[in-house]
């Protein structure tokens, strides 16, 4: 099986860690701990993604909101398709300060050439921080030249 193959529905977060969430994420210190089509979990640190006065970063929210919706785009488009987001917004309600938050990835809508998904970013005593919602696009995957 290739990175890019659709796993077997309980091999998930095996395929998302051999795919890999991309060099932005890794460097904000994203990291998977349950990946499926139906449920996705990423936790993040607040420590080097804060803005100057120390409060999490909305843009740092937003990363690891678009790392768990895109990726379980691309889990439910399989193989041959490629998801690519269109749209993205979000709301912030709390500032975490320290420790990690964790943002819980599920779909409101899987279609056949369109994904929507909400992510739900907590902090470490659970209280929700930022709620993002991004739409995936499905289109088939480029041929290689």
């Known amino acids: 099986m ?3 193959s659709t796993p077997p529905a309980s091999d ?13 994420a890794e460097k904000m210190g994203i990291e998977f701990t349950e990946f499926s089509i139906e449920r996705s979990v990423a936790t993040m640190p607040v420590e080097g993604n804060t803005q100057p006065v120390g409060l999490m970063h909305g843009g740092a929210y937003v990363v690891l909101g678009e790392s768990l919706g895109s ?11 490629l998801a690519v987001g269109v749209d993205i917004n979000a709301t912030h309600t709390r500032s975490a300060t320290s420790g990690i938050v964790t943002g819980v990835c599920t779909p409101v809508h899987l279609g056949r050439s369109l994904t929507v998904h909400e992510i739900a970013v907590t902090d470490d005593q659970g209280r929700r ?5 991004i739409t995936n696009m499905i289109k088939d995957r480029p041929a290689v030249a």
Not at 71 to 81: E, F, K, Y
Not at 129 to 133: G, H, P, V, W
């Open 2 to 4: 290739s990175a890019e």
């Open 12 to 24: 998930g977060l095996a395929w998302a860690t051999r795919r890999g969430m991309g060099a932005l």
């Open 71 to 81: 990726m379980a785009a691309n889990l439910h488009a399989g193989p041959d398709r």
């Open 129 to 133: 921080c930022s709620t993002i919602r």
